[in-house]
């Protein structure tokens, strides 16, 4: 998870316009009958750096600007405040968050009751992101200023935090612990481990170099979150 600039230089004419005129009535889904979202997806996605603002996945936008399908992330629930619900600045892109079990993730639907993991035809569904977290609140997870010292990954892919609260929210509401999510962050780090020299210590300027490349990168590579806390404990 990383920090995600907000910038009102992104946000689209369509948005202002709606939330500028008196005569609406300032909900989102007013907005979305309104207006079509391919704009506000598209600009939230390029902000993002083409990932989703949780779990850090890879999120494809096609030639003709459609891209797959995704949740707009209204970070403070839309039934919380009217004054949020089409702000930009509290707009973000997620993946879909939806995926059927296997027989390996069932037990996450022991351990995170909590998330809204759910069954269909005999099979379970679990759910990560912004479909786990629903209109719940993150009282401690800040996508616009996130504290990296308090996000932490093990070297087997486990997202995780020694503050208690932050923890507790990414696993029990967004849900970032499924074993496909810890697959993909070690496949992530495995990769590019392969890519530097092979020894046991890399110098501060080759480091740096890599953590410069990824911050003026418009394209993020996925999952980028366990690569930067490895690459800076790499520092000297």
Same mark, same amino acid.
């Given at each position: 998870?990383?920090?995600?600039?907000?910038?009102?230089?992104?946000?689209?004419?369509?948005?202002?316009?709606?939330?500028?005129?008196?005569?609406? &009535?300032?909900?989102?889904?007013?907005?979305? %009958? #309104?207006?079509?979202?391919? #704009?506000?997806?598209?600009?939230? /996605?390029?902000?993002?750096?083409?990932?989703?603002?949780?779990?850090?996945?890879?999120?494809?936008?096609?030639?003709?600007?459609?891209?797959?399908?995704?949740?707009?992330?209204?970070?403070?629930?839309?039934?919380?405040?009217?004054?949020?619900?089409?702000?930009?600045?509290?707009?973000?892109?997620?993946?879909?968050?939806?995926?059927?079990?296997?027989?390996?993730?069932? %037990?996450?639907?022991?351990?995170?009751?909590?998330?809204?993991? %759910?069954?269909?035809?005999?099979?379970?569904?679990?759910?990560?992101? =912004?479909?786990?977290?629903?209109?719940?609140?993150?009282?401690?997870?800040?996508? &616009?200023?996130?504290?990296?010292?308090?996000?932490?990954?093990?070297?087997?892919?486990?997202?995780?935090?020694? =503050?208690?609260?932050?923890?507790? #929210?990414?696993?029990? +509401?967004?849900?970032?612990?499924? &074993?496909?999510?810890?697959?993909?962050?070690?496949?992530?780090?495995?990769?590019?481990?392969?890519?530097?020299?092979?020894? %046991?210590?890399?110098?501060?300027? /080759?480091?740096?170099? +890599?953590?410069?490349?990824?911050?003026?990168? &418009?394209?993020?590579?996925?999952?980028?979150?366990?690569?930067?806390?490895?690459?800076?404990?790499?520092?000297?």
């Amino acid at each position: 998870m990383i920090e995600i600039i907000k910038d009102m230089k992104n946000e689209p004419q369509s948005l202002q316009r709606f939330r500028a005129n008196p005569a609406s &009535d300032g909900t989102f889904k007013s907005y979305s %009958k #309104e207006n079509s979202l391919s #704009e506000l997806r598209v600009n939230l /996605l390029k902000e993002q750096g083409y990932i989703c603002c949780y779990c850090m996945s890879s999120i494809n936008i096609s030639s003709a600007n459609t891209i797959e399908k995704t949740k707009i992330e209204h970070y403070q629930a839309r039934d919380g405040s009217r004054k949020v619900e089409v702000h930009y600045k509290n707009l973000y892109l997620a993946c879909d968050g939806r995926k059927q079990c296997s027989d390996y993730d069932k %037990k996450y639907l022991d351990t995170y009751k909590s998330c809204r993991c %759910k069954y269909k035809d005999g099979k379970s569904f679990l759910q990560h992101c =912004d479909t786990c977290k629903g209109n719940r609140k993150l009282d401690y997870i800040k996508l &616009d200023k996130i504290t990296q010292d308090k996000i932490k990954y093990t070297s087997s892919g486990i997202i995780y935090s020694d =503050d208690e609260n932050i923890d507790y #929210e990414l696993n029990h +509401i967004l849900n970032l612990n499924t &074993d496909r999510l810890i697959a993909n962050r070690k496949q992530a780090k495995s990769a590019l481990w392969k890519q530097l020299p092979k020894q %046991k210590t890399w110098s501060a300027n /080759l480091i740096k170099k +890599i953590l410069l490349k990824y911050k003026n990168s &418009d394209k993020k590579p996925p999952y980028i979150g366990i690569l930067l806390y490895f690459l800076n404990r790499k520092l000297p």
